[in-house]
């Protein structure tokens, strides 16, 4: 089946350090990645839609700006939070469309910690 | 109303025990079904798709009430391993997604 690999797994970082994700679907080709974060306790909440050569799609209450989304090729998509705070810790999770559209695929996700 | 919901419980059942969760929907436009569950800190696993005739795989049975919009999971014979967090997912077709805040499943010894 396909595979999205997401790595790190974890990430400690010093207030106001910007942190990068990636995302990579390894057997097939994704044209749109799904970015989401999730707080303890709480669902997946989508932050952005990461589509390749062109603009991610933010969801309402995302910030562009604080979120940089890019997704240069057909295998990857990349998440960096600038300027990192401790309100930004979460978990972040990376999926893709499989072949048919029709089920999501995730990467293992990234537990973010900002000191 | 949000666009997905379910029982956040905690659910927590005996072990050999039937245990049933349901998601409303309130889009009618909604196309495609999902039960994903996920482990803590972990990402969701494909569990199942749901289909309007209803299907069944092993303990696990999934049926889709589209008149009513709600989806529905059971799970007999409850083991250990069951528990989680099952999430509700509905799509509209395509690539619009929507997870429901999930319902967290605790089976004891």
């Known amino acids: 089946g396909a595979v999205v690999s997401q790595h790190p797994s974890w990430v400690i970082c010093k207030s106001g350090t910007s942190v990068k994700i990636e995302c990579r679907s390894l057997?097939?080709?994704?044209?749109?990645m799904f970015w989401y974060r999730q707080f303890p306790k709480q669902s997946l909440m989508l932050m952005a839609t990461?589509?390749?050569?062109?603009?991610?799609?933010?969801e309402q209450g995302v910030e562009k700006d604080k979120f940089l989304i890019n997704h240069a090729s057909l295998t990857l998509s990349t998440l960096t939070v600038t300027s990192a705070h401790p309100e930004d810790s979460s978990f972040y999770i990376c999926?893709?469309?499989?072949?048919?559209?029709?089920?999501?695929?995730f990467g293992s996700g990234t537990q973010l910690s900002v000191l | 109303r949000k666009e997905v919901e379910q029982d956040p419980g905690p659910f927590n059942v005996p072990e050999g025990a039937t245990v049933a969760f349901n998601c409303t929907y309130s889009?009618?436009?909604?196309?495609?079904f999902f039960w994903y569950r996920q482990d803590c800190r972990k990402e969701p696993k494909l569990l199942m798709s749901v289909y309007s005739s209803g299907n069944e795989d092993g303990r696990f049975t999934a049926q889709l009430n589209r008149a009513s919009q709600y989806i529905s999971l059971l799970i007999r014979d409850s083991k250990l391993s069951d528990s989680a967090t099952y999430l509700c997912v509905v799509t509209q077709g395509g690539q619009n997604f929507v997870f429901g805040p999930g319902t967290r499943l605790s089976v004891l010894p």
């Open positions: 057997d097939f080709q994704a044209t749109t």
């Open positions: 990461s589509n390749e050569g062109s603009k991610a799609t933010y």
């Open positions: 889009n009618s436009a909604s196309q495609s």
């Open positions: 999926s893709a469309d499989g072949r048919n559209n029709e089920k999501l695929f």
